[in-house]
């Protein structure tokens, strides 16, 4: 890919003259595990694609056409196209922006090793507790964490960008309405964001309809229907504890053990393959 001008980028980023810089940003909190995982990152876990999506300082503001690479990594710099800050990540051209809940939270996670595998850098932007509908009471759910700034997205243009989840909103009862509607809200905010970047969606683990998948394999189901009739690629996961024998890897009702983790990894980097989704 022909690299563009720094003023292209800055341009094609949403960045007008006057652009916030925020100063670094704290480094993000290593995620806290869901029970019965192990804190930390695992061996083969992606590198975090850098430092942390939210936070910063009283900025100031730096001369107009800024060559966006010469930011520091971690800086939140202001969008006057969308309204919102930023976050400054290195090597966008590389790199997935991942938007999920405890699934993909941690560093080890099996949505950012499949990601991984396929040769994408990872930055993520969700937090656990959280989905299409569901908040955790200091986050908002994903729509709401976007518009009001509780996570930031990345300054630039990502390689690709995931949406992942579900898991929240079927434990706590959001009904098919309120899914696809906060859903069809967070496309269309992500599309007029980053126009031109594929965008794909990866549903609800869960163990099959016939072996007590119950809701979460319901809303993997929309889920996918939903991505349908936008033309997104999907990776439906609502059976995969059942069909990959997975069951046994659990570390509670919903999560994996780290080995389970580094299966599921490798099985979403297969068929995001099979979507011609790899970089």
Not at 145 to 164: C, F, H, S, T
Not at 243 to 253: P, R, T
Request: charged share 15%; glycine share 16%.
């Amino acid at each position: 890919m022909r690299k563009a001008s720094a003023l292209s980028r800055l341009v094609a980023s949403g960045i007008a003259a006057g652009v916030l810089l925020a100063g670094c940003g704290q480094p993000p909190e290593t995620p806290a595990p869901p029970p019965g995982q192990a804190s930390g990152p695992a061996a083969g876990a992606p590198a975090a694609a850098g430092p942390g999506a939210a936070g910063g300082v009283a900025g100031r503001y730096i001369s107009p056409g800024t060559d966006p690479e010469s930011l520091t990594p971690g800086s939140v710099i202001h969008n006057p196209v969308s309204g919102r800050d930023e976050v400054v990540v290195p090597d966008m051209r590389h790199t997935a922006l991942l938007i999920g809940d405890s699934q993909s939270e941690p560093l080890d996670g099996w949505p950012r090793l499949g990601l991984a595998a396929v040769g994408y850098k990872v930055h993520f932007c969700g937090l656990g507790g959280t989905g299409f509908v569901a908040s955790n009471g200091k986050t908002g759910n994903y729509i709401e964490a976007l518009e009001r700034g509780d996570w930031k997205l990345p300054y630039g243009v990502p390689a690709l960008v995931v949406i992942q989840g579900g898991g929240n909103d079927a434990a706590r009862g959001a009904t098919d309405a309120q899914i696809v509607a906060n859903a069809e809200r967070l496309i269309s905010a992500l599309k007029q964001r980053y126009p031109g970047t594929k965008l794909a969606m990866i549903g609800t683990l869960a163990r099959g309809a016939n072996h007590g998948g119950g809701r979460r394999t319901q809303v993997d189901a929309l889920l996918g229907a939903l991505a349908a009739r936008h033309g997104l690629p999907f990776v439906g996961v609502g059976d995969w504890l059942t069909k990959y024998n997975l069951a046994k890897n659990l570390a509670d009702a919903v999560h994996m053990d780290s080995a389970g983790r580094r299966t599921l990894g490798g099985l979403l980097g297969d068929r995001l393959r099979k979507l011609n989704l790899q970089l």
